[in-house]
Structure formats: structure tokens, C-alpha cells
């Protein structure tokens, strides 16, 4: 069973910077690809970006693509998402999401791969 927290959610204004941290409780968090989506009111959930059991492959979404950052600590159970030049359309809940890796598959990009949820952190961006 794993466990995710996420946590560094806020209100910012557009150009801002925030920087979630998503804690896992879990033995073996090497053993697991992690990833973020978020969903905003009325809309499908949508992935962020994700990022490989070793932190050595990572992906975006175009809508993020230069400006969100993607990252692991493992000795710390710990995943961010570095979040510059925020813009409203940045508003949503935004989850942490986990999967236990094959050694295969550098990183996933479906909500449907990830088993394992955080309860989500809101971000609002004020224009």
C-alpha cells in the first residue's frame, strides 16, 4: 500500500512560482514511477508531467513544456513539481499519482496507469 501527501499548494499571482512536494509512504520508493495531473472545476484530469523510478527520464505536457520541473529524491520518499511563470489557466487541483515500475517503462503518462492518489493540493493563479 502506498501512501501520497501532497503539500506547497497556494494562491499566487500570474508569473508566480510554487513548488509542490508529494511524500510517500511507502518501503521501496525507488520501486515506483511518479507522476502529477491535475483537474480544474468542470474538466477532465490531465496530466502535468512524470517521471521515472531513478528520476532519469522525465516528460511534460506541452502546456507546461519550459516552465514546470519535475523531480525525485529517493533517499527522501519525496517527488516536486517546480512550478515557474504560472498563468490562471494553471488553476486546478493538482495530484500526485504512483506506480509500481516494470524497469522497462521510462515514465507514464496516463491516468490510468497509476494504482496510487494523493488526496490533491490546490493551486490558484490570480491574473
Known amino acids: 500500500q502506498v501512501q501520497l501527501v501532497e503539500s506547497g499548494g497556494g494562491l499566487v499571482q500570474a508569473g508566480g512560482s510554487l513548488r509542490l512536494s508529494c511524500a510517500a509512504s511507502v518501503r521501496t520508493f525507488s520501486s515506483y514511477s511518479m507522476g502529477w495531473f491535475r483537474q480544474a472545476p468542470g474538466k477532465e484530469r490531465e496530466f502535468v508531467a512524470a517521471i521515472s523510478w531513478s528520476g532519469g527520464n522525465t516528460g511534460d505536457a506541452d502546456s507546461v513544456k519550459g516552465r514546470f520541473t519535475i523531480s525525485r529524491d529517493n533517499a527522501k520518499n519525496k517527488v516536486y513539481l517546480q512550478m515557474n511563470s504560472l498563468k490562471p489557466e494553471d488553476t486546478a487541483v493538482y495530484y500526485c499519482?504512483?506506480?509500481?515500475?516494470?524497469?522497462?517503462?521510462?515514465?507514464?503518462?496516463?491516468?490510468?496507469?497509476?494504482?496510487?492518489w494523493g488526496q490533491g493540493t490546490q493551486v490558484t493563479v490570480s491574473s
Open positions: 499519482a504512483a506506480e509500481a515500475t516494470d524497469y522497462t517503462t521510462t515514465y507514464r503518462v496516463l491516468a490510468s496507469d497509476y494504482h496510487y
